[in-house]
C-alpha cells in the first residue's frame, strides 16, 4: 500500500481538479497551495494514522463509511456555521479521502488479510484488487531493508502519482492564466 507520498499526492490532485475559480494570487506552485488544496492532501493521507493504534490499520479509517461520515460531517458543520451547507467541498472532502481507498486498494499487500475492511462495520471482508500497482511499504523501520524497499515505493509512487498531480496542477494554472485581468485585480 502506499506511502504517505502517493497518498498526498493524489489529495492535490483532487484539490486542483476541484477548484472551480483558481485564486488571483499567481501560477506559481506555492500560490497554488490554497487551505482547500492542503485540506485535501491532509483528507488523503491521514487514514493511515490508525496505524498508531495497534490492530485497527486499514479499517475503519479505510471505510466507504468514512468517507460518507465525513461528507456529512462537513455538510452538518458548514451548514450550522453558515447556513449553507458546503456541499461541493463536502464532496471534493469525499473524493480525497476516497482517493486513499483506492490507492491502498491498487496497493501490493503482503500483511493477512491483504486489502481494507471498505464496508466496516458492515462487513468483515477486506477487499483487494490484486493489481500491486504500487509496491509495498516497509513501516517496520528499524529492518535493514527498510530504507531501500522504502525509496523504490516512493519512487513508484512519485512515477505514478506525480504526473497526476502535475496534469492537475497544470490544469489550474491555465486557469488562471486565462482569468481576465479585471477579475483578478478584483479578487485581490
Ligand atoms: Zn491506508
Redesign the pocket.
Known amino acids: 500500500?502506499p506511502s504517505p507520498i502517493g497518498?498526498t499526492l493524489a489529495g492535490l490532485a483532487v484539490g486542483w481538479l476541484s477548484e472551480v475559480a483558481p485564486p488571483a494570487t499567481g501560477s506559481r506552485l506555492r500560490d497554488s497551495l490554497t487551505p482547500l488544496v492542503l485540506w485535501c492532501a491532509f483528507v488523503a493521507a491521514i487514514?493511515?494514522a490508525d496505524l498508531l493504534i495497534p490492530h485497527i490499520h486499514?479499517t475503519a479509517t479505510?471505510s466507504v463509511t468514512a468517507t460518507v461520515l465525513l461528507l456529512i460531517m462537513v455538510v452538518a458543520v458548514t451548514g450550522k456555521v453558515t447556513r449553507h451547507p458546503a456541499w461541493t467541498l463536502a464532496l471534493t472532502l469525499g473524493a480525497a479521502h476516497g482517493t486513499?481507498l483506492l490507492l491502498?486498494w491498487l496497493g501490493t499487500d503482503h500483511f493477512p488479510p491483504p486489502g481494507?475492511q471498505m464496508l466496516w462495520p458492515f462487513s468483515p471482508h477486506f477487499f483487494h484488487s490484486g493489481v500491486d500497482l504500487f509496491p509495498p511499504v516497509e513501516r517496520r523501520l528499524l529492518r535493514p531493508e527498510a530504507l531501500s524497499v522504502n525509496a523504490y515505493a516512493a519512487a513508484w509512487e512519485l512515477l505514478i502519482m506525480g504526473p497526476v498531480a502535475l496534469v492537475a496542477w497544470r490544469r489550474r494554472r491555465r486557469g488562471a492564466s486565462a482569468m481576465p485581468a479585471q477579475a483578478k485585480g478584483q479578487s485581490r
Open positions: 500500500m497518498h487514514p493511515d486499514r479505510h486513499h491502498d481494507l
